[in-house]
């Protein structure tokens, strides 16, 4: 059984950072894409930043210039650097990824169970 298991969430001042991990356990052979997605109290689920299995990342708008999402593709594990934090960055952030083979089986995607970030002096 693969899961993905977030860390690194917390308590953050405005201005703040924090990185987060993700990893992918049990015996991967691939994953395609993976990131990070969040979700706000009272807001719908948005796409933070994502990145290929080559390495070309993606990111939302408002996170662009403040966030760098990197991945280890020999730890199965993938990264979210977030810096210049602003309040509206309170959320659950959960780690995605896509089209993950392991042994015989193939998983379209699977999700982590998401880590609370607050920003709030």
């Known amino acids: 059984q693969v899961q993905l298991v977030e860390s690194g969430g917390g308590l953050v001042q405005p201005g703040g950072s924090l990185r987060l991990s993700c990893a992918a356990s049990?015996?991967?052979?691939?994953?395609?894409?993976m990131g990070w997605y969040r979700q706000a109290p009272g807001k719908q689920r948005e796409l933070v930043a994502a990145i290929t299995s080559g390495g070309s990342p993606n990111y939302a708008d408002s996170v662009k210039g403040r966030f760098t999402i990197s991945r280890d593709n020999a730890k199965n594990t993938v990264y979210l650097q977030m810096n210049s934090l602003k309040a509206e960055g309170t959320a659950v952030y959960c780690c995605h990824a896509t089209g993950v083979v392991s042994g015989v089986r193939y998983y379209p995607e699977l999700w982590g169970q998401g880590t609370l970030v607050t920003v709030s002096s």
């Open positions: 049990g015996s991967i052979f691939s994953i395609n894409a």
